[in-house]
C-alpha cells in the first residue's frame, strides 16, 4: 500500500497520485482492473495448479516462448517429468533446469522453498520468476512485474507520452509493491491481462480501459484525448480488442 507521505521523484514524470488522494485513487484503480479481469481474465492451465513444481515449470516456460505453446507444451512435459525426483533424475535436458532440481532435492528435501530469497538462490530463477513462484505457487504477498504490468503500471501512474515510454525497472517494483492489495494473486494476474489485452505495447486501446479515467498517459497513447481514444475504439466495432496472444 502506498504511503500517506507524499511521493516524491526528481522527474518532472512524477506520479500523478497525490499524497491525500492515494488511498481513494488506488482503491478506484484496484476495484476498477478487478471488475475487468472477472470477465475478460484469460485462462490458462498453470493458472488453475496449486502444486508448486507445476508453477516453476510454466514459469520458466513463460520465460522462452508465448503463452499459446506453453498451454500446448506444460501438460506433455509434466507427464514426461511429473515431480523434481523426476526432472533431477533425467539425463540430457536443460543443464540449468536439472541442476534446479537436483540442488532442490539435496538443499530443500525436495520442496521448493517460498521464501523471494530462496527462490532466488536455485539457478536461473531471477527476480520476476522468484516472486511469481512465491506468488502463484505459495500465495505469497509479494508484487510480481513482467513486461505487461510493467508497462501498465509505467502508464498509469506516470505521463508516458509515447507508447514505447516506460519508467525505470526499479521505480515500478517498488510501486507495485506500494498499491499491491489483499489477494495479490489475483491482483498480480489481472494487471499481466490488462498489458496483454488493451494496454498492449504498440497499440493501446484506451477506450477499452477501465481506469483510463485515472491513467496518466491515456491522453498521450492516441496523441489526443481520453475523449477521442475512447472514440476511436467505439468505431472499431468490429475489431477485437485482443488479437493473438503475446509472450506473457
Not at 508497462?151 to 515510454?165: C, E, G, P, T
Amino acid at each position: 500500500m502506498m504511503s500517506s507521505k507524499e511521493i516524491r521523484t526528481s522527474s518532472r514524470n512524477s506520479l500523478v497520485i497525490l499524497a491525500r488522494d492515494n488511498l481513494k485513487i488506488v482503491r478506484a484503480i484496484r476495484r476498477r482492473i478487478f471488475r475487468w479481469y472477472a470477465k475478460n481474465g484469460r485462462e490458462f492451465v498453470w493458472r488453475h495448479a496449486r502444486d508448486p513444481y507445476t508453477i516453476l515449470v510454466s514459469e520458466i516456460m513463460l520465460q522462452q516462448t508465448h503463452t499459446a505453446r506453453v498451454q500446448e507444451k506444460l501438460p506433455l512435459f509434466l507427464k514426461q517429468f511429473p515431480t523434481l525426483r523426476a526432472l533431477a533424475e533425467s539425463s540430457g535436458g536443460d543443464v540449468v533446469r536439472d541442476e534446479l532440481a537436483r540442488l532442490v532435492l539435496r538443499n530443500y528435501n525436495g520442496r521448493l522453498p517460498r521464501e523471494v530469497e530462496q527462490l532466488e538462490t536455485l539457478p536461473g530463477i531471477g527476480e520476476y520468476t522468484s516472486h511469481a513462484v512465491a506468488c502463484f505457487a505459495f500465495g505469497e504477498h509479494v508484487p510480481v512485474v513482467d513486461v505487461n504490468i510493467h508497462r501498465v503500471l509505467s502508464r498509469i501512474f506516470w505521463k508516458m507520452k509515447s507508447s514505447s515510454d516506460r519508467q525505470n525497472r526499479a521505480t515500478v517494483w517498488k510501486l507495485a509493491a506500494r498499491v499491491l492489495p489483499k489477494d495479490a494473486s489475483s491482483w498480480n494476474q489481472a494487471v499481466m491481462d490488462l498489458g496483454a489485452a488493451t494496454c498492449r505495447a504498440a497499440k493501446p486501446l484506451c477506450g477499452d480501459c477501465p481506469v483510463r479515467n485515472y491513467c496518466a498517459s491515456a491522453r498521450f497513447m492516441y496523441g489526443g484525448s481520453r475523449r477521442a481514444s475512447h472514440r476511436q475504439s467505439l468505431e472499431r466495432k468490429s475489431e477485437p480488442s485482443y488479437r493473438g496472444i503475446p509472450r506473457r
